[in-house]
């Protein structure tokens, strides 16, 4: 188990983490994830902060870069928004290190979490200090779920607080201040700190934050204070693990708390209310639920395929003839045997493979422990059609083009069936009148050649419900609600 305590500078999160580590009557090992770091031979008796900052730096390094696929997706919203709002450019790559080292805390400690307890006071969800306290941008509610949407989770999270002055005249008094903490007066001590507690009181309002939540105060500083205040932390990591989101529904129509997840595709081609709907039952499932949605028709790049995708932009410039749609399109429409598939659209077709498989592997771990993830298109069985493999159907002569068939299928087939597929249809007519009125208009031939792809699509192994989008939305809403729950 893994268990983060997070809350603003002086709230007293390093001491409360000695004090329930050193409890009696822990029926598992309990260590702090600075004992995973610093109790190794060499390193043991650095005191200076800066020098022990630079050992966790090297010692989660390896976690980090291991744990990459798992965490790219909250990796790139840190730094997008570092480079738009930190306050200079040292603090972007100062707090970007920061960034890696504390989700590097989490991967370490996730490792070591199997038969052991793993107490984190600076962990992956504190980087929302790096995020937006010490950010030049106001504190936004969506801002704040998308970081709790994204960032990788602790079994339980304690949320340690005090009063706004308490927190003040701790932070005065600590001799290891941070930088932005220690050239200001108390006014801009007492400014920094309110906006810290204004960013954790709105992070711990998020619902995949709250479920596995504890909130404590520290206004009590004394000994039996402190002690007062393990003691709570110590039986909220004794109670049973939270359950996941529900599995079932009450005889309200509401969905009730259950172990497991589920994995809930969304397809259908271009200007079917894809993103309406799925929009729509993100907020329904996201009220009383943890819920992660994901785009497999775009994947996000892996360490393997980051590389290829900056080259990408340069290499579509130079050979226009060989970007995938294209290519796509040419193969669809011809009504005898073409030539081999170019070895660039085959590699590429190759890559999305192992991204969309990589991305899915992550959706069904977070299914498994318990959450619903919502998946804007998701492969089909048939090569050829929309988001599935390209390249089985085409001539492939020689040695090198079948060996990226065969790879491209080995890694479609290693991907299960989504739990539930929601096939969203409407007539061709109706998908090119909504797709001229919307404000991302896509070319007509290519919302034609997406349709004609879509018409019938194959998902061996799951269970499909198609529902017509050409009606009244609330009707379609009701019917993608009653789908959802004959699934749970």
């Given at each position: 188990m893994i268990v983060e305590l997070i809350g603003c500078s002086g709230a007293g999160k390093t001491t409360l983490t000695g004090l329930v580590r050193d409890r009696?009557?822990?029926?598992?090992?309990?260590?702090?994830?600075?004992?995973?770091?610093?109790?190794?031979?060499?390193?043991?008796?650095i005191r200076d902060p800066k020098g022990r900052n630079l050992v966790a730096d090297v010692t989660v390094l390896p976690s980090f870069l291991r744990g990459l696929d798992r965490n790219a997706a909250f990796v790139r919203f840190a730094a997008r928004r570092l480079l738009r709002h930190a306050p200079s450019t040292f603090a972007k790559v100062n707090y970007l290190r920061e960034v890696v080292r504390d989700v590097g805390k989490h991967e370490l400690a996730r490792r070591a979490s199997d038969g052991a307890t793993v107490l984190v006071d600076e962990g992956a969800v504190l980087t929302a200090y790096h995020l937006f306290v010490y950010s030049d941008a106001p504190v936004d509610r969506e801002a704040l779920d998308a970081f709790a949407e994204l960032v990788p989770l602790p079994d339980r999270i304690v949320y340690v607080t005090a009063p706004l002055e308490v927190l003040v005249d701790r932070s005065l008094r600590r001799p290891d201040r941070r930088r932005e903490l220690a050239a200001g007066d108390r006014r801009d001590l007492e400014r920094w700190i309110a906006r810290a507690v204004e960013v954790f009181d709105g992070l711990v309002a998020s619902p995949r934050i709250r479920e596995r939540l504890l909130v404590v105060d520290t206004a009590d500083g004394s000994s039996d204070g402190r002690a007062a205040v393990a003691t709570q932390i110590a039986r909220f990591i004794g109670d049973r693990a939270p359950s996941g989101p529900s599995l079932s529904s009450s005889s309200g129509g509401r969905l009730s708390p259950a172990r497991g997840g589920r994995v809930i595709a969304f397809v259908g081609s271009e200007a079917t209310g894809k993103s309406t709907i799925l929009g729509h039952v993100r907020r329904w499932l996201g009220a009383t639920h943890a819920v992660r949605r994901i785009h497999v028709g775009k994947p996000p790049a892996t360490v393997l395929t980051v590389v290829p995708h900056v080259l990408l932009p340069a290499l579509r410039a130079l050979l226009p003839d060989q970007r995938s749609t294209r290519i796509e399109r040419s193969y669809g429409r011809a009504e005898r045997p073409m030539g081999?598939?170019?070895?660039?659209?085959?590699?590429?077709?190759?890559?999305?493979?192992?991204?969309?498989?990589?991305?899915?592997?992550?959706?069904?771990?977070?299914?498994?422990?318990?959450?619903?993830?919502?998946?804007?298109?998701?492969?089909?069985?048939?090569?050829?059609?929309?988001?599935?493999?390209?390249?089985?159907?085409?001539?492939?002569?020689?040695?090198?083009?079948?060996?990226?068939?065969?790879?491209?299928?080995?890694?479609?087939?290693?991907?299960?069936?989504?739990?539930?597929?929601?096939?969203?249809?409407?007539?061709?007519?109706?998908?090119?009148?909504?797709?001229?009125?919307?404000?991302?208009?896509?070319?007509?031939?290519?919302?034609?050649?997406?349709?004609?792809?879509?018409?019938?699509?194959?998902?061996?192994?799951?269970?499909?419900?198609?529902?017509?989008?050409?009606?009244?939305?609330?009707?379609?809403?009701?019917?993608?609600?009653e789908a959802i729950r004959d699934a749970l």
């Open positions: 009696e009557g822990w029926g598992v090992p309990v260590v702090s994830i600075d004992d995973l770091i610093m109790d190794r031979w060499g390193v043991r008796r081999p598939f170019p070895l660039l659209f085959g590699v590429r077709s190759v890559m999305l493979a192992y991204e969309r498989r990589a991305l899915l592997a992550r959706a069904f771990a977070w299914s498994r422990d318990g959450a619903i993830v919502l998946c804007d298109r998701y492969p089909s069985t048939w090569s050829g059609g929309p988001d599935g493999p390209q390249l089985a159907h085409l001539p492939a002569p020689d040695g090198l083009r079948r060996r990226l068939v065969g790879l491209e299928a080995r890694l479609y087939g290693g991907i299960p069936p989504a739990d539930l597929v929601i096939h969203l249809t409407a007539p061709l007519e109706v998908a090119l009148a909504r797709n001229a009125a919307r404000g991302k208009i896509e070319p007509e031939e290519h919302v034609r050649f997406r349709h004609s792809l879509s018409s019938e699509l194959g998902f061996d192994g799951a269970v499909v419900r198609r529902i017509g989008t050409d009606r009244p939305l609330e009707t379609v809403v009701r019917e993608v609600e």
